[in-house]
């Protein structure tokens, strides 16, 4: 059963502040990852994605990599802003295009 | 361009009734996935469709949930008399190739009283 975890589920932290969320996934044979936003009552956004064969992405303030003999990720935030807050998804894609989603962590950024 | 458009975005339905959620994929796209998101909890996967055929409904529930992508239209995700745990939200993707980035819907949130 391919399963998806996050951790942790939620995080609270002041502005300007560099944070990390992981990832760890368990099904080896993972075709890409995925790191989505959701903002409340809102649909998804894609942030980042990390092809098999890449190790990491990068795009602006984000930088999402990719081991997969461990079976994690990490999605880095540089200097974060209240406008960060939201829940971030870590999704895993395999063969067949089935995604395969983690609970996401709730972030905070207070001002 | 427009992206995937889900209707409606919000759905109220009394037990028993039946509920039919609508997507419309980016222009181009033949590839539709369906996903429901039930309260506090992640995404998870329902349906794949192509254009008039089911690839994957390994998801689905096998009562009451139907899916279709007819060659003209929308895909339609069908719920059959529904109840109180079918409250959650229901997200629509799409895709120009298989595993190819899909791109969300903003949702359809179905609330049964």
């Known amino acids: 059963k391919q399963e998806v975890t996050q951790i942790p589920a939620a995080l609270s932290v002041p502005e300007g502040e560099n944070l990390v969320l992981n990832c760890s996934f368990t099904?080896?044979?993972?075709?890409?990852l995925q790191w989505f936003r959701q903002d409340p009552g809102k649909g998804l956004t894609s942030l980042l994605l990390?092809?098999?064969?890449?190790r990491e992405q990068t795009s602006g303030r984000l930088n999402a990599s990719l081991d997969k003999s461990s079976g994690r990720s990490t999605l880095y935030i540089a200097a974060s802003q209240p406008g960060d807050s939201a829940t971030y998804l870590c999704?895993?894609?395999?063969?067949?295009?089935?995604?395969?989603f983690g609970e996401g962590t709730q972030l905070t950024v207070n001002p | 361009n427009a992206g995937v458009m889900q209707n409606p975005r919000h759905l109220v339905r009394r037990r028993g009734q039946e509920a039919r959620l609508r997507c419309s994929p980016v222009?181009?796209?033949?590839?539709v996935y369906w996903y429901r998101q039930l309260p506090e909890e992640g995404l998870k996967f329902m349906v794949y469709?192509?254009?008039?055929?089911?690839?994957?409904e390994s998801g689905m529930p096998k009562e009451r949930f139907s899916a279709e992508f007819p060659k003209e239209g929308p895909s339609i995700l069908r719920i059959q008399q529904v109840v109180r745990g079918d409250s959650a939200a229901y997200f629509c993707?799409?895709?120009?190739?298989?595993?190819?980035?899909?791109?969300f819907g903003p949702g359809t949130r179905l609330l049964v009283l």
């Open positions: 993707a799409s895709s120009l190739h298989v595993q190819e980035t899909q791109y």
């Open positions: 099904d080896s044979a993972i075709y890409n």
């Open positions: 990390i092809q098999s064969s890449q």
């Open positions: 999704v895993q894609e395999t063969s067949g295009s089935r995604l395969t």
């Open positions: 222009k181009g796209h033949s590839h």
């Open positions: 469709l192509q254009k008039e055929n089911i690839i994957d």
